[in-house]
T-cell receptor, first 111, second 113 residues
Framework: EAQVTQNPRYLITVTGKKLTVTCSQN?????MSWYRQDPGLGLRQIYY???????DKGDVPEGYKVSRKEKRNFPLILESPSPNQTSLYFC??????????FGSGTRLTVV | DQQVKQNSPSLSVQEGRISILNCDYT??????FLWYKKYPAEGPTFLIS?????DKNEDGRFTVFLNKSAKHLSLHIVPSQPGDSAVYFC????????????FGKGTHLIIQP
């Protein structure tokens, strides 16, 4: 089944403890993105990647890192999470000139 | 500065009637527009899109209209069904989509029986 898989679905962590949210797509898509969804703010882009080893900042990149070593994987790294990064995170992928397919989301709580 | 705006946080429509969701944008570089539907605890799912070279695109009960001069698009759902109750996001992109999508804040559509 063609899909974008994020793990974990739910995560509660403490301030300052490094974490990684994984994202994998099995559709051979070139483009991948990370978004966060917050009440009243909609979906805001964190980082995006045009292809392997090509990444760039979105609208809200502070406190996040990404890497794209392989086409299928696009992990989101929080080196030192803070409570303001408590949010619902979505990974998405797309081929050129098509719509993005989204994962099911990761609900992160930083205490 | 918000480049894609959905000014109605929520909309209530009676089952069987037409639902009209509106979206405005400010960036003239946007050349492709999409609507996504989102249920709670799920990721957004693609609904319908339109290129800036068109003014209308239809897919079953869903029609999207684009008014480039007004920088305005709308999604029409007719007839509305209970399963249409969800949050609808308007999104826009430049070119082939390599730098992702810019989203509005969403409109929560509630279909009343």
């Amino acid at each position: 089944e063609a899909q974008v898989t994020q793990n974990p679905r739910y995560l509660i962590t403490v301030t300052g403890k490094k974490l990684t949210v994984t994202c994998s797509q099995n559709m051979n898509h070139e483009y991948m993105s990370w978004y966060r969804q917050d009440p009243g703010l909609g979906l805001r882009q964190i980082y995006y990647s045009m292809n392997v080893e090509v990444t760039d900042k979105g609208d809200v990149p502070e406190g996040y890192k990404v890497s794209r070593k392989e086409k299928r994987n696009f992990p989101l790294i929080l080196e030192s999470p803070s409570p303001n990064q408590t949010s619902l995170y979505f990974c998405a992928s797309s081929p050129r000139d098509r719509s993005y397919t989204f994962g099911s989301g990761t609900r992160l709580t930083v205490v | 500065d918000q480049q894609v705006k959905q000014n109605s946080p929520s909309l209530s429509v009676q089952e069987g009637r037409i639902s009209i969701l509106n979206c405005d944008y400010t960036n003239s570089m946007f050349d492709y527009f999409l609507w996504y539907k989102k249920y709670p605890a799920e990721g957004p799912t693609f609904l319908i899109s339109i290129s800036s070279i068109k003014d209308k695109n239809e897919d079953g009960r869903f029609t999207v209209f684009l008014n480039k001069s007004a920088k305005h698009l709308s999604l029409h759902i007719v007839p509305s069904q209970p399963g249409d109750s969800a949050v609808y996001f308007c999104a826009a992109r430049v070119g082939g989509g390599a730098d992702g999508l810019t989203f509005g804040k969403g409109t929560h559509l509630i279909i009343q029986p």
